[in-house]
C-alpha cells in the first residue's frame, strides 16, 4: 500500500481496534469503509472487513428515505442487477436511480445485515431533497487519476485494478483512506483553504466532488476507495469545531456529508456500539471521528427544499453500469468485475475459456491449445509488470494476440459481450409499484414473455390465441410509448397477414416510462385506450392521423376506442375537401380491414367508414386531376397505385367497379397529364375493363402528331412506370414505342431523354435485357407476326409438370 502515497504528504494512519474486543465493554466505535461503487475488489474486502469487525449497524451511501427498500434484500426474487428509482408521482420523468450489482460493495453490505439480522440504514440526503434540488457541479478533482498519477500510473482504470480488484486485504480501507486525505489536504493547500484546526480530521475542509460522480440525482457520490476506523468517546462530541468551508468546495457534497455525520450521531445515539459506515472514498476522510459539534452541519442542512416521491426497486442491467451509458459512477468493464468478484479460483483460465466459448458461438476456430496460450500470455505480463495477478489489461493484451490474431473487430465483439457483458436483473412480484407496473408484470408472466436486454426475435402466429394476446399487449405498449417491442422483417417468407415478427429489447429506463403512462390509467389495456383517445381529441388531428389511431386500436383490440375513433374519423373526413388527403388514408383503411378475419376484429363500422371515403374519393377525383404540373402529377399517380392496389386487396365487388368507373372517366379525357392518363389507362388495362388492342390504340393516339415530345414521355411513364414485363410480352405496344422513339429529331430526343431513362431505369435488369434482345433481333408487327398455331400436346405437358410442382395433382 505504500504505492498508494509516494508523492502526497503523509498523514497520521488511523489505527482500528483489536478484532477480539467485547463490544459490549466498548466504548462506542465507528468504522468507515470507503468503496468504490461497483468495485469488486471492494466488495470482496467489505465482506471480510464486516465479518471481522461484527458491527451491531450499519450505515450505507444511498437516500435515507429508502430504508423500507431494505426489506426485499433478502428476497430470492430480488436478482441484481438491480437499481432503487426515486420518482415525483406528479411528474414521474423527474426521477433518480441507485444502481446495486452483485459485486457492488454496497449491495454487499446490504446482504450481511440481512444475513446477520444487523439493523441497516442509507445515511445519504434523502431523495425528497435530491430531487427538489437543482443539481450542482462537483469540482474538477478525478480522485482515481489525482492517486494514479502520484502511484506513476498515466490510466487510473489500471492504477485502480493493480492496487484493489486483483487483492483482497481488508488493510486496503485505512490506506485508501489516508490517500484520500492526503489529497484532500493537498486540493485545498492548492485552493488557498486549509483547515484551520490540526485535529480536524483529514480533508474535512475541501469535501470536493470528482467529475464522474457530481452529485446529481442519478448517479452515485464517490468513483474511489478507502476506509478509516474510529472510536468514539462519548464526551468527545463538542471537542473539535468542523472548518469552515473553503474555496472551491463543492456545497452539494458539504450538503451531503453534513447529513452523513447527522444520520452517524443519530444511530450513536440510539445505542448503537459498532457502527460500519460504507460510503465512497472520497468522503470516508469527512466521516471518520471526531465528528464535530452537530450545529454547523444542521445550519448546512437547514431550509432545504423537499418534494413529494415514491421508492421502489426495478430492474436494472450491466450496460447501464458502463461508464460509457453515462453513469457517472461507472465502471467500464461490469462484465470483468462480475467474473472477478464470482470465480475467485483460477479467474484467469475461467475468463479466457468464456471468450472461447463467445468467439466459438461465432462459428470462429479457437482451440483447446489457444486458451493455453492465452492464459500463459496473460501471467508471463503480469509477472513482467509486477502485478499478483494478470488484470484486465492483459487478458485483453493476451486476446487480442493469441485468440483474436490482432483482428480489433473480434476484440471490439468480447468487449461487448463479456467486458461490459449483459445482464438483467428481476425484482419480486410484491416490490412496491403503480398499478400499472403491477398489470403489465402479470400479463407478462402469464403470456410468458421474457424481458431480456439482448434484442431478441419474437415470431407469432396470430392464428394461435396466446400468440394474439401478445401481439395485443405489444401494440398496446406502442400506443403507450414504452417501446419494447418493435416490429420487423420476419426471417421466414411468409405473405399472409396472420404472422407478426417483434424484436424485443427490455431498457432500464422503461420503468420510468411505465410510472410516467400510469397517468392514463391502472392497466395496460385501459391507459392505452385513453391515451389514445385523448391524442385523437386534438383539434389537429388529419384523416391520416385518425386512421392510423383506428389501426392501432384494432391491432390492440382496444373495443372501447374503437367506437369514438370512428365516428371522429368520420366527422373529420366530412369536413376535409382534399380528396387527396381521402385517397391517401383509403390503402391504411383497407390494410385495418384485412386483419379482422385473423384477429376476430368486428370491423363493419370500418367497413362503412371506408365505403364512404371511396364514394368521395370517386367524386372529387376527376376534378382533382386538372390542371396539375409534373410534379404534382407524379405524387397524385402515386396514390391512385396505392389506393387501386388497396381496393383490389380488399376484394369487394361494388367497391372495384366504382373506383374503375371513376378511372375510365379519367381515361377518356384530354385535359389531363400524361402521366395520369397513361397510369389509368394501364390500370384498366391490368384490370381487364379494356384489352390490350384497346391499350395500344391509347398509345398510339398519344404518340401521334400534335402533343409535344415531353407530354408523350409522361403518357410512356404513367403507362409503363416501374412495369417493363408489358413491352417484353406485348410486342405490338414495343413496336408502337420503337417507332416513335426512331421518329424523333435530335432535339426531341435530348429534350425527352431523362424522363425515358428514368422509365426505363425502374425496369429490372431482366426486362432491360429482353426488351434490348427484342429491338435487336428487330420488332415484328402484328401483321408479320401472324397467327401460329398452338402445340396443344406441348402445352398439356407443361400443364402436367406444373401441375405436379404446386402439388395439385394432374
Same mark, same amino acid.
Given at each position: 500500500?505504500?504505492?498508494?502515497?509516494?508523492?502526497?504528504?503523509?498523514?497520521?494512519?488511523?489505527?482500528?481496534?483489536?478484532?477480539?474486543?467485547?463490544?459490549?465493554?466498548?466504548?462506542?466505535?465507528?468504522?468507515?469503509?470507503?468503496?468504490?461503487?461497483?468495485?469488486?475488489?471492494?466488495?470482496?474486502?467489505?465482506?471480510?472487513?464486516?465479518?471481522?469487525?461484527?458491527?451491531?449497524?450499519?450505515?450505507?451511501?444511498?437516500?435515507?428515505?429508502?430504508?423500507?427498500?431494505?426489506?426485499?434484500?433478502?428476497?430470492?426474487?430480488?436478482?441484481?442487477?438491480?437499481?432503487?428509482?426515486?420518482?415525483?408521482?406528479?411528474?414521474?420523468?423527474?426521477?433518480?436511480?441507485?444502481?446495486?450489482?452483485?459485486?457492488?460493495?454496497?449491495?454487499?453490505?446490504?446482504?450481511?445485515?440481512?444475513?446477520?439480522?444487523?439493523?441497516?440504514?442509507?445515511?445519504?440526503?434523502?431523495?425528497?431533497?435530491?430531487?427538489?434540488?437543482?443539481?450542482?457541479?462537483?469540482?474538477?478533482?478525478?480522485?482515481?487519476?489525482?492517486?494514479?498519477?502520484?502511484?506513476?500510473?498515466?490510466?487510473?482504470?489500471?492504477?485502480?485494478?493493480?492496487?484493489?480488484?486483483?487483492?483482497?486485504?481488508?488493510?486496503?480501507?485505512?490506506?485508501?483512506?489516508?490517500?484520500?486525505?492526503?489529497?484532500?489536504?493537498?486540493?485545498?493547500?492548492?485552493?488557498?483553504?486549509?483547515?484551520?484546526?490540526?485535529?480536524?480530521?483529514?480533508?474535512?475542509?475541501?469535501?470536493?466532488?470528482?467529475?464522474?460522480?457530481?452529485?446529481?440525482?442519478?448517479?452515485?457520490?464517490?468513483?474511489?476507495?478507502?476506509?478509516?476506523?474510529?472510536?468514539?468517546?462519548?464526551?468527545?462530541?463538542?471537542?473539535?469545531?468542523?472548518?469552515?468551508?473553503?474555496?472551491?468546495?463543492?456545497?452539494?457534497?458539504?450538503?451531503?456529508?453534513?447529513?452523513?455525520?447527522?444520520?452517524?450521531?443519530?444511530?450513536?445515539?440510539?445505542?448503537?456500539?459498532?457502527?460500519?459506515?460504507?460510503?465512497?472514498?472520497?468522503?470516508?476522510?469527512?466521516?471518520?471521528?471526531?465528528?464535530?459539534?452537530?450545529?454547523?452541519?444542521?445550519?448546512?442542512?437547514?431550509?432545504?427544499?423537499?418534494?413529494?416521491?415514491?421508492?421502489?426497486?426495478?430492474?436494472?442491467?450491466?450496460?447501464?453500469?458502463?461508464?460509457?451509458?453515462?453513469?457517472?459512477?461507472?465502471?467500464?468493464?461490469?462484465?470483468?468485475?462480475?467474473?472477478?468478484?464470482?470465480?475467485?479460483?483460477?479467474?484467469?483460465?475461467?475468463?479466457?475459456?468464456?471468450?472461447?466459448?463467445?468467439?466459438?458461438?461465432?462459428?470462429?476456430?479457437?482451440?483447446?491449445?489457444?486458451?493455453?496460450?492465452?492464459?500463459?500470455?496473460?501471467?508471463?505480463?503480469?509477472?513482467?509488470?509486477?502485478?499478483?495477478?494478470?488484470?484486465?489489461?492483459?487478458?485483453?493484451?493476451?486476446?487480442?494476440?493469441?485468440?483474436?490474431?490482432?483482428?480489433?473487430?473480434?476484440?471490439?465483439?468480447?468487449?461487448?459481450?463479456?467486458?461490459?457483458?449483459?445482464?438483467?436483473?428481476?425484482?419480486?412480484?410484491?416490490?412496491?409499484?403503480?398499478?400499472?407496473?403491477?398489470?403489465?408484470?402479470?400479463?407478462?408472466?402469464?403470456?410468458?414473455?421474457?424481458?431480456?436486454?439482448?434484442?431478441?426475435?419474437?415470431?407469432?402466429?396470430?392464428?394461435?390465441?396466446?400468440?394474439?394476446?401478445?401481439?395485443?399487449?405489444?401494440?398496446?405498449?406502442?400506443?403507450?410509448?414504452?417501446?419494447?417491442?418493435?416490429?420487423?422483417?420476419?426471417?421466414?417468407?411468409?405473405?399472409?397477414?396472420?404472422?407478426?415478427?417483434?424484436?424485443?429489447?427490455?431498457?432500464?429506463?422503461?420503468?420510468?416510462?411505465?410510472?410516467?403512462?400510469?397517468?392514463?390509467?391502472?392497466?395496460?389495456?385501459?391507459?392505452?385506450?385513453?391515451?389514445?383517445?385523448?391524442?385523437?381529441?386534438?383539434?389537429?388531428?388529419?384523416?391520416?392521423?385518425?386512421?392510423?389511431?383506428?389501426?392501432?386500436?384494432?391491432?390492440?383490440?382496444?373495443?372501447?376506442?374503437?367506437?369514438?375513433?370512428?365516428?371522429?374519423?368520420?366527422?373529420?373526413?366530412?369536413?376535409?375537401?382534399?380528396?387527396?388527403?381521402?385517397?391517401?388514408?383509403?390503402?391504411?383503411?383497407?390494410?385495418?380491414?384485412?386483419?379482422?378475419?385473423?384477429?376476430?376484429?368486428?370491423?363493419?363500422?370500418?367497413?362503412?367508414?371506408?365505403?364512404?371515403?371511396?364514394?368521395?374519393?370517386?367524386?372529387?377525383?376527376?376534378?382533382?386531376?386538372?390542371?396539375?404540373?409534373?410534379?404534382?402529377?407524379?405524387?397524385?399517380?402515386?396514390?391512385?397505385?396505392?389506393?387501386?392496389?388497396?381496393?383490389?386487396?380488399?376484394?369487394?365487388?361494388?367497391?372495384?367497379?366504382?373506383?374503375?368507373?371513376?378511372?375510365?372517366?379519367? !381515361?377518356? $379525357? /384530354?385535359? &389531363?397529364?400524361? @402521366?395520369?392518363?397513361?397510369? %389509368?389507362?394501364? +390500370?384498366?388495362? #391490368?384490370? *381487364?375493363?379494356?384489352?390490350?388492342?384497346?391499350?395500344?390504340?391509347?398509345?398510339?393516339?398519344?404518340?401521334?402528331?400534335?402533343?409535344?415530345?415531353?407530354?408523350?414521355?409522361?403518357?410512356?411513364?404513367?403507362?409503363?412506370?416501374?412495369?417493363?414485363?408489358?413491352?417484353?410480352?406485348?410486342?405490338?405496344?414495343?413496336?408502337?414505342?420503337?417507332?416513335?422513339?426512331?421518329?424523333?429529331?435530335?432535339?426531341?430526343?435530348?429534350?425527352?431523354?431523362?424522363?425515358?431513362?428514368?422509365?426505363?431505369?425502374?425496369?429490372?435488369?431482366?426486362?432491360?435485357?429482353?426488351?434490348?434482345? !427484342?429491338? $435487336? /433481333?428487330? &420488332?415484328?408487327? @402484328?401483321?408479320?407476326?401472324? %397467327?401460329?398455331? +398452338?402445340?396443344? #400436346?406441348? *402445352?398439356?405437358?407443361?400443364?402436367?409438370?406444373?401441375?405436379?410442382?404446386?402439388?395439385?395433382?394432374?
Amino acid at each position: 500500500m505504500d504505492r498508494l502515497l509516494p508523492r502526497l504528504p503523509r498523514g497520521r494512519r488511523v489505527n482500528a481496534p483489536a478484532p477480539d474486543s467485547d463490544p459490549a465493554a466498548a466504548a462506542q466505535q465507528t468504522r468507515v469503509f470507503g468503496i468504490r461503487h461497483h468495485g469488486p475488489g471492494s466488495a470482496r474486502s467489505l465482506c471480510l472487513a464486516l465479518t471481522h469487525y461484527r458491527p451491531d449497524t450499519i450505515l450505507i451511501e444511498g437516500p435515507a428515505d429508502a430504508d423500507p427498500l431494505t426489506a426485499f434484500v433478502d428476497d430470492p426474487d430480488l436478482v441484481p442487477p438491480v437499481a432503487m428509482i426515486a420518482y415525483v408521482p406528479d411528474t414521474p420523468t423527474r426521477a433518480a436511480f441507485w444502481p446495486f450489482a452483485e459485486f457492488s460493495p454496497e449491495w454487499q453490505a446490504l446482504r450481511y445485515a440481512a444475513e446477520h439480522d444487523v439493523p441497516v440504514h442509507f445515511c445519504d440526503l434523502p431523495a425528497t431533497t435530491v430531487l427538489a434540488l437543482d443539481a450542482e457541479p462537483g469540482d474538477s478533482i478525478d480522485p482515481l487519476a489525482e492517486l494514479a498519477t502520484a502511484a506513476g500510473y498515466d490510466d487510473a482504470e489500471r492504477w485502480w485494478d493493480a492496487i484493489v480488484e486483483s487483492t483482497t486485504d481488508i488493510e486496503t480501507f485505512d490506506a485508501l483512506t489516508e490517500a484520500m486525505g492526503a489529497l484532500r489536504d493537498s486540493i485545498a493547500g492548492r485552493a488557498g483553504s486549509v483547515p484551520s484546526d490540526p485535529g480536524a480530521p483529514r480533508g474535512s475542509g475541501t469535501r470536493a466532488e470528482s467529475p464522474s460522480s457530481s452529485g446529481s440525482p442519478e448517479e452515485h457520490a464517490a468513483t474511489s476507495s478507502g476506509s478509516a476506523t474510529t472510536e468514539r468517546d462519548p464526551a468527545s462530541s463538542t471537542a473539535n469545531e468542523r472548518p469552515a468551508p473553503g474555496d472551491g468546495i463543492d456545497t452539494h457534497t458539504l450538503r451531503r456529508e453534513a447529513y452523513m455525520r447527522q444520520t452517524i450521531r443519530q444511530a450513536l445515539k440510539g445505542g448503537a456500539q459498532r457502527v460500519a459506515i460504507v460510503c465512497g472514498a472520497w468522503h470516508a476522510p469527512a466521516l471518520v471521528e471526531p465528528l464535530g459539534p452537530a450545529a454547523p452541519d444542521a445550519r448546512l442542512l437547514k431550509g432545504l427544499p423537499k418534494v413529494k416521491t415514491r421508492l421502489t426497486w426495478v430492474p436494472w442491467t450491466h450496460s447501464r453500469l458502463a461508464a460509457a451509458s453515462g453513469y457517472g459512477a461507472g465502471v467500464t468493464s461490469p462484465g470483468w468485475y462480475r467474473h472477478l468478484f464470482s470465480e475467485t479460483d483460477q479467474p484467469i483460465a475461467r475468463w479466457l475459456t468464456k471468450v472461447a466459448t463467445a468467439l466459438r458461438g461465432h462459428d470462429l476456430p479457437v482451440s483447446s491449445a489457444h486458451i493455453i496460450e492465452a492464459v500463459r500470455l496473460a501471467e508471463t505480463l503480469a509477472s513482467l509488470r509486477d502485478r499478483p495477478l494478470a488484470g484486465l489489461s492483459e487478458v485483453t493484451e493476451a486476446t487480442r494476440a493469441v485468440l483474436c490474431d490482432g483482428d480489433e473487430t473480434l476484440l471490439r465483439l468480447i468487449g461487448a459481450e463479456l467486458v461490459v457483458g449483459e445482464a438483467l436483473g428481476a425484482v419480486p412480484a410484491t416490490t412496491p409499484t403503480v398499478p400499472l407496473d403491477a398489470d403489465l408484470r402479470a400479463q407478462i408472466r402469464t403470456l410468458r414473455l421474457k424481458q431480456q436486454p439482448q434484442a431478441t426475435l419474437v415470431e407469432l402466429d396470430l392464428r394461435k390465441e396466446r400468440d394474439r394476446l401478445k401481439s395485443r399487449l405489444l401494440h398496446q405498449l406502442r400506443i403507450l410509448e414504452l417501446g419494447w417491442g418493435t416490429p420487423t422483417d420476419s426471417e421466414v417468407r411468409a405473405t399472409g397477414t396472420f404472422r407478426e415478427t417483434w424484436a424485443l429489447q427490455w431498457e432500464p429506463e422503461f420503468a420510468v416510462a411505465v410510472i410516467e403512462a400510469s397517468r392514463w390509467g391502472t392497466t395496460v389495456r385501459s391507459a392505452a385506450e385513453t391515451k389514445l383517445l385523448d391524442t385523437a381529441r386534438r383539434d389537429d388531428r388529419t384523416v391520416g392521423d385518425l386512421t392510423d389511431a383506428l389501426g392501432l386500436a384494432l391491432l390492440a383490440d382496444l373495443g372501447g376506442a374503437t367506437t369514438e375513433l370512428i365516428r371522429r374519423l368520420e366527422s373529420v373526413a366530412a369536413l376535409d375537401h382534399d380528396v387527396t388527403h381521402l385517397l391517401a388514408t383509403l390503402p391504411g383503411l383497407v390494410r385495418t380491414l384485412r386483419y379482422g378475419d385473423v384477429r376476430g376484429t368486428d370491423t363493419a363500422a370500418l367497413t362503412h367508414v371506408a365505403d364512404g371515403m371511396l364514394i368521395r374519393i370517386c367524386a372529387g377525383l376527376p376534378g382533382a386531376v386538372t390542371g396539375l404540373d409534373t410534379d404534382a402529377a407524379q405524387e397524385l399517380r402515386a396514390l391512385i397505385d396505392a389506393g387501386h392496389t388497396a381496393i383490389h386487396i380488399r376484394d369487394d365487388a361494388g367497391a372495384r367497379d366504382a373506383w374503375l368507373g371513376t378511372l375510365h372517366r379519367i !381515361a377518356d $379525357r /384530354d385535359d &389531363v397529364h400524361g @402521366a395520369i392518363v397513361g397510369r %389509368t389507362v394501364r +390500370l384498366l388495362c #391490368d384490370a *381487364g375493363r379494356i384489352d390490350a388492342g384497346e391499350s395500344a390504340r391509347r398509345l398510339a393516339a398519344a404518340l401521334s402528331i400534335g402533343s409535344t415530345a415531353a407530354a408523350k414521355a409522361d403518357w410512356i411513364d404513367g403507362f409503363l412506370g416501374g412495369r417493363g414485363l408489358l413491352l417484353v410480352h406485348d410486342r405490338e405496344l414495343l413496336r408502337l414505342v420503337d417507332d416513335w422513339l426512331g421518329g424523333l429529331d435530335d432535339d426531341q430526343f435530348i429534350q425527352t431523354l431523362p424522363l425515358l431513362r428514368r422509365t426505363f431505369g425502374a425496369f429490372e435488369s431482366g426486362e432491360r435485357r429482353a426488351i434490348g434482345a !427484342a429491338v $435487336r /433481333d428487330g &420488332v415484328p408487327s @402484328a401483321a408479320d407476326a401472324g %397467327t401460329a398455331p +398452338l402445340d396443344v #400436346d406441348r *402445352g398439356i405437358r407443361a400443364m402436367r409438370v406444373v401441375a405436379d410442382i404446386l402439388g395439385v395433382g394432374s
